[in-house]
């Protein structure tokens, strides 16, 4: 596993490169998600972040299948 240091190095590289493209996209998803709720504005905004956010997941895993 890489350790979080903010940087794209050659262990993230190669991490991102030997992952399934779908699994890739799951874990940005679950990523953008994890900050939305994080945000002070969640609970007036978040339905439709969410939302958005699942629809653009589902586009992109229709690209890459």
């Known amino acids: 596993m890489a350790t979080q ?3 794209i ?4 590289l190669s991490m991102v490169f030997n992952m399934e493209p779908a699994t890739l996209l ?4 679950e ?3 994890s900050y939305y709720r994080s945000l002070k ?9 969410l939302r958005r ?6 586009k992109a895993k229709s690209m890459v299948s």
């Open 5 to 7: 240091d903010g940087k």
């Open 9 to 12: 190095g050659p262990k993230t």
């Open 26 to 29: 799951d874990k940005y998803a």
């Open 31 to 33: 990523a953008r998600a």
């Open 41 to 49: 504005t969640f609970e007036i905004y978040g339905r439709g972040w």
């Open 53 to 58: 956010n699942d629809e653009v997941l589902e």
